[in-house]
């Protein structure tokens, strides 16, 4: 226990820095903190105006003609220089007349000295008489030999007199035995200043307004798949940011008064030049979207050599376009242990391409102890077709508990046709929370032609926002007939992005659309309904039959040219259907040759109907050989009714033919 602190152990203490770890060296900062004020200078009053040699020259003066305030005071200020020797023998004089502020410092410097019981001693003799340093002091001593009843005791003294770290000692002990009364004297240690109190405070406040679930800028890849396929895992690394719920049962007005005052006594504590705290309200602000000021406090706890800071502040700049700002402040974290910081460096590496960099700052996040390091690597090796290696990275992190590398692992073993060994990497990583995990668990299931499982793993995925899940949910309440459950989730679905969802949710309104009546001269024309939007939004995705029922739609409409640019879309990527339609449009506007070319293109693809065109567009033309080819592949088509008209017309031409 330290209680004694001036420029020379201030610079010691600089160099203790130094040779140590960042995150020890706060503790160090506040302990020295601490020493200044456990030495009790009350006997001191001077003016500014005077040096410290002339003050110690008039104090001496005055303690050799017996100045018991003198005394003191010189004492304390050799004690503060950490001239002990000096100190002693006038600290000694002041004690033995009786001034408890001796009392407390000659503690201090026996204590220095190496002997606490006799320091402890003074302290009691300075507590008993009123000093709440001694107190503070003496309260410290209790706790460090496990005597809490009378570190309570003493701590509380000091406390109550209004002696800030004797406040935070008592909330501390208090906190360490999950007492609620901790959160008293934090408070009242913060109001006076105490920065690391403030900083615990404001911790505890965010704590009770949220349940922190993802740190800032956690590096690891979300995994996602297309359709029903299993996912597949892509090289390099993603980033998030750190997000909370609610807690349970908390008002919600309640929850933000909370997190609004804990915000504050973060600023107060990084205005006092608190790192952490300047960090976290860095990550306060930034969640908020005021990325201007916590760019400042993070750039001010980084400066301070906050590696965690660093680390925001380079993903900060990353998203601001400055990557090579960002490389500058993550190699500086990760040079201080920051995994994450490591993590980002090699994703950055190995989106350039620098793929054994790359590895070599996953590696180090690995060392860091940050388990993205293995999983990322397992991306790296994927990435590459270096698979029986990417199995070895995901498993490690996987057995770490890192729920997105089960989920890759289990991937990889389902493509290897170990369904069997999937299943339980595929249940571990859902389990814990992986929305991936569980829609490939639906997958898995589905497969086997277990739909009710899959199901059950479908609605869980849906519910945690999963698109592709949620898609898979509205088809089964289709093919149950439950519409308003299909809408639901189709509408969530298409929300999502999924172009099928937008495709069937389209559907689903359509169906409900009255039949249109007659159309009549001079009508207005009517506004798209809520169904043609949600068709366009699928057709604009390049769903192909979205785009032909736009088309279809627009063409009711009267619109020929928007209708003309849909069949055209669908059909140029592959759709019969939008062919077929492409050509019966340009037909009726009196192109017959490319109408012919579309109807050949929707024929070969197997449409029926454009078949029976070119039979008839042949026998209009003469052509009765080339007819009855087509009226053959009509037949052969169908569907039923357009079958039947081939095969007269085909009997028809064969009797032209045969005439």
Same mark, same amino acid.
């Given at each position: 226990m330290v209680f004694m602190g001036d420029r020379a152990t201030l610079l010691e203490t600089g160099r203790f820095v130094q040779r140590h770890a960042r995150n020890a060296a706060d503790e160090i900062i506040e302990a020295v903190g601490a020493v200044d004020a456990a030495v009790d200078t009350t006997a001191d009053a001077d003016t500014d105006a005077e040096t410290e040699t002339e003050t110690e020259a008039r104090h001496r003066r005055a303690a050799e003609h017996g100045d018991l305030a003198s005394m003191s005071a010189l004492g304390a200020l050799l004690l503060r220089r950490g001239d002990l020797d000096g100190a002693e023998p006038y600290l000694r004089g002041a004690t033995a007349e009786g001034d408890r502020a001796a009392a407390n410092n000659l503690g201090v410097l026996l204590h220095q000295r190496g002997y606490p019981d006799e320091a402890a001693g003074w302290w009691r003799v300075a507590a008993v008489a009123g000093s709440a340093p001694a107190a503070h002091a003496l309260g410290r001593h209790h706790r460090e030999r496990g005597d809490e009843p009378a570190a309570e005791y003493w701590l509380r003294q000091a406390a109550e007199q209004g002696h800030a770290l004797g406040a935070y000692a008592l909330a501390d002990l208090l906190e360490h035995r999950s007492d609620v009364g901790a959160e008293r004297w934090l408070r009242a240690a913060a109001e006076q200043g105490h920065r690391e109190a403030a900083y615990r405070l404001a911790l505890a406040l965010e704590r009770r307004a949220t349940e922190t679930t993802?740190?800032?800028?956690?590096?690891?890849?979300? %995994?996602?798949?297309?359709g029903t396929r299993a996912v597949v895992p892509s090289g390099g690394a993603a980033t998030g940011? &750190?997000?909370?719920?609610?807690?349970?049962? +908390?008002? &919600?007005?309640e929850r933000a008064g909370e997190a609004a005052e804990a915000e504050q006594w973060f600023r107060q504590a990084a205005a006092r030049g608190h790192r952490r705290a300047a960090f976290h309200l860095g990550a306060i602000l930034e969640h908020r979207g005021e990325l201007k000021e916590a760019g400042r406090w993070y750039l001010s706890s980084a400066k301070e050599g906050e590696a965690k800071a660093a680390c925001a502040l380079g993903f900060l700049l990353r998203d601001a376009g400055d990557e090579e700002s960002a490389a500058?402040?993550?190699?500086? &974290?990760? +040079? !201080?242990? !920051?995994?994450?910081? &490591?993590?980002? %460096?090699?994703?950055?590496?190995?989106?350039?391409?620098?793929?054994q960099t790359a590895e070599r700052w996953y590696r180090a996040a690995m060392d860091a102890g940050d388990v993205n390091g293995a999983y990322n690597l397992g991306l790296l090796c994927a990435a590459q077709d270096r698979i029986p290696q990417a199995e070895q990275w995901y498993r490690r992190a996987a057995y770490a508990g890192h729920r997105e590398a089960a989920n890759a692992l289990a991937v990889l073993l389902l493509q290897a046709g170990d369904a069997n060994g999937a299943e339980?990497?595929?249940?571990?990583?859902?389990?814990?929370?992986? =929305?991936d995990a569980a829609f490939n668990l639906g997958i898995l299931h589905a497969g086997r032609d277990?739909?009710?499982?899959?199901? =059950?793993?479908?609605e869980r995925a849906a519910a945690a926002g999963h698109t592709e899940a949620a898609l898979q949910v509205g088809i089964a309440a289709l093919r !149950?007939?439950?519409?308003q459950t299909a809408e639901r989730h189709l509408r969530c679905a298409a929300g999502g992005g999924s172009a099928e969802a937008a495709f069937r949710l389209a559907s689903v309104l359509d169906a409900r659309r009255p039949e249109p009546g007659p159309a009549v001269l001079g009508a207005p024309r009517e506004e798209k309904s809520e169904c043609e939007e949600w068709y366009e939004r699928a057709a604009q995705q390049g769903h192909?039959?979205?785009?032909?029922?736009?088309?279809?739609?627009?063409?009711?409409?009267?619109?020929?040219a928007e209708a003309d640019r849909w069949y055209r879309e669908a059909a140029e990527a592959g759709s019969r259907n939008g062919a077929f339609n492409l050509g019966l449009l340009l037909a009726r506007e009196g192109s017959e040759r490319e109408a012919a070319l579309w109807w050949t293109r929707a024929a070969r693809a197997g449409h029926g109907r454009a078949a029976l065109r070119l039979a008839l567009l042949a026998a209009r033309r003469g052509e009765l050989t080339e007819g009855r080819h087509w009226c053959d592949r009509a037949v052969e088509l169908g569907p039923a009714e357009v079958a039947e008209r081939a095969a007269r017309l085909s009997e028809a031409l064969h009797q032209e033919l045969t005439a």
């Open positions: 993802r740190g800032p800028h956690e590096t690891g890849t979300r %995994l996602r798949g297309p940011t &750190a997000t909370g719920t609610a807690v349970p049962g +908390q008002p &919600a007005g500058v402040w993550w190699l500086r &974290a990760a +040079q !201080d242990g !920051d995994g994450n910081a &490591a993590n980002a %460096l090699g994703a950055l590496h190995a989106a350039r391409g620098e793929q339980p990497w595929f249940s571990k990583a859902a389990e814990a929370g992986s =929305v277990d739909d009710r499982t899959a199901l =059950v793993w479908y !149950d007939g439950d519409e192909r039959r979205a785009q032909v029922r736009v088309g279809m739609l627009a063409a009711g409409r009267g619109d020929l």
